[in-house]
């Protein structure tokens, strides 16, 4: 008996610049993936004949979601304890923002 593998969620994040101000505007992009969204190869064969009765074949193959990649729950927190607000979540990627407040006293 094998047991299955795990049903991992990938995470990657990435902010729109690399450094900012008290009180500017962060755009965070989240992009995420499940490994329970498995794919499936679909064969295509296409053929065409001319006039003289020639013909030719062609082929690829696509790659065919069984089930389409549903919206996470994304969740962020930061060192300043700033709020973040989801402005988008589409399957596959969400966009959150907040404003840069004070750094906490060390």
Do not use: R
């Not at 795990?6 to 490994?35: H, R």
């Amino acid at each position: 008996m094998t047991t299955p593998a795990p049903v991992t969620p990938t995470l990657s994040i990435a902010a729109d610049k690399d450094t900012y101000n008290i009180g500017d505007t962060i755009t965070l992009t989240a992009n995420y993936s499940d490994s329970s969204v498995a794919p499936v190869v679909m064969h295509i064969t296409a053929s065409a004949s001319d006039a003289a009765g020639n013909t030719a074949q062609a082929t690829v193959d696509v790659t065919v979601n069984t089930q389409a990649q549903q919206p996470m729950t994304i969740g962020v927190t930061d060192s300043f304890g700033d709020s973040w607000v989801q402005q988008s979540n589409d399957g596959g990627v969400a966009v959150l923002t907040s404003v840069v407040g004070t750094p906490p006293a060390a």
